[in-house]
């Protein structure tokens, strides 16, 4: 992302005649906030923040106080190209401070912020790269989502969707470049209506930053077609899920050197990447209640087509927790970690968070890396035991709560009100009586 300076700021707005900024931030659970201000207060604002009265947002509230500050980070400013020129709309991605100038702890961007500055002290920058999946959905006369993909978007996986479809994909990318976010490609999934996007890569905040953008501009541009775009991890058990693969590699700050590359070894991996593989295995469980956040997330993982169930890793077997993709000869310095159980519901930031904590915990620890399980594989003798994923909600935060590594890096404020917020979530959720348990049950018993 470049690097952009407060006049920068002022020459775009008054230039481009933008009226007003939107001030962008989230709450734990990764719901994009919004303040809007009028273009003439952006001085003030970039110079004292805006404060903003936190006490109802989720994970905000604190005994003593609820008045907060956004303090804009000047490299988010972008305009929203959508916006009509007589009301042209910038919008700023903030960071979240107290009243006397502290960082606020309950912040998912702070927390980011702050566990990659630990990694960096240690001589890492963590980058990664997202597939976004999505589904693409018509809507009734009421506006309301139809669960069934838009007239003739029958393409399966990588066939050519209609033009239609083709274009409104288009102009998602199209969009996304315009704001300053650049994706490597875009195509159909294997689930009717179902489509990804792939993200460069870069710095994890960047990445994090995007991800929470290209989630409004993709909603956008298809309401804009008459279209309803989830993020929803399975919207019916008819449809495979939507995933958010993550890509991840460490690199040294100074020369940008991929730390994963050991071209000595079967895999490309050095000593610091199988270390740092093994550590988000060790934590794989406890992380999935961050990467997995929803009831419906446990719909699709184990259940739905190459979401993972076991906690291996393997360089051909899709159905792995982590993969390590191929490298072309001479590319070698693409070496990376593939995880695979995050999907698109999952608060970016805190998302980036626990992948950096399990695998930093792993090198500090020198944990050992267990064999690959390849689908060639048989296991000889006595199987191996294999830790599996978490099969619902409720027994994700159990281990989370268990995990004192992604717990710590989470910090104390966020964790226990992440966890507060998502017990609620299960318990709602497990009070509901089915339409399933009414056709199966009811004239049975």
């Known amino acids: 992302m470049s690097t952009l300076t407060r006049q ?7 230039s481009e005649g933008v009226r ?10 990764g719901i994009v906030k919004s303040v809007t201000i009028p273009a003439t207060e952006i001085e003030n604002v970039l110079d004292n923040g805006s404060h903003f009265d936190g006490s109802s947002i989720e994970g905000f509230a604190r005994v003593a106080e609820s008045d907060m500050v956004l303090w804009p980070d000047l490299n988010t400013f ?13 919008r700023l991605i903030c960071t979240v401070y107290t009243p006397t100038g502290e960082p606020f702890i309950g912040d998912p961007r702070t927390a980011l912020i702050r566990n990659l500055q630990q990694a960096e002290a240690e001589g890492y920058t963590f980058k990664t790269g997202m597939e976004l999946e999505f589904f693409l959905f018509p809507r009734d006369a009421q506006g309301k989502p139809i669960i069934c993909p838009p007239a003739d978007d029958y393409a399966a996986y990588f066939d050519m969707s209609p033009e239609k479809i083709q274009s409104i994909r288009r102009k998602m990318l199209a969009t996304l470049a315009e704001m300053g976010i650049k994706a490597d490609s875009v195509h159909s999934e294997i689930g009717y209506g179902q489509h990804e996007i792939d993200f460069q890569y870069s710095d994890a905040l960047d990445t994090a930053d995007n991800i929470l953008t290209a989630r409004i501009v993709i909603r956008t541009i298809a309401r804009q077609h008459g279209l309803h775009c989830t993020f929803m991890p399975r919207p019916s058990n008819e449809f495979p899920g ?36 093994a550590g988000q295995l060790a934590h794989a469980r406890a992380m999935c209640a961050i990467l997995a956040p929803l009831v419906n997330s446990y719909k699709r993982l184990g259940t739905s087509f190459e979401a993972p169930t076991n906690v291996t890793w393997a360089h051909v077997n899709r159905a792995a927790l982590i993969r390590v993709p191929s490298t072309a000869p001479g590319k070698e310095s693409h070496t990376r970690l593939e995880l695979r159980c995050p999907d698109p519901s999952a608060n970016p930031y805190l998302a980036m968070l626990v992948m950096l904590a399990g695998g930093m915990d792993g090198i500090h620890n020198e944990t050992s890396l267990a064999e690959p399980l390849e689908e060639s594989v048989v296991p000889r003798g006595r199987p191996r035991r294999i830790a599996v994923l978490p099969t619902s909600l409720g027994e994700a935060l159990e281990a989370l709560r268990e995990d004192d590594v992604i717990m710590n890096a989470l910090g104390p404020y966020i964790s226990d009100r992440y966890l507060e917020a998502k017990r609620q979530e299960f318990a709602a959720y497990s009070r509901q009586v089915t339409s399933w348990e009414l056709d199966n049950y009811l004239s049975r018993f």
């Open 242 to 277: 939507s995933g958010m693969h993550t890509h991840q590699s460490l690199h040294d700050p100074a020369t940008g050197e991929n730390v994963f590359v050991d071209t000595s070894d079967e895999y490309n991996l050095s000593i610091t990447a199988r270390r740092f593989l």
């Open 20 to 29: 007003f900024i939107d001030l962008w931030f989230t709450d734990i659970i």
């Open 8 to 14: 920068n700021i002022l020459s775009i707005i008054k």
């Open 78 to 90: 972008a305009i929203l190209p959508w916006t009509p020129a007589d009301e042209r709309v910038a």
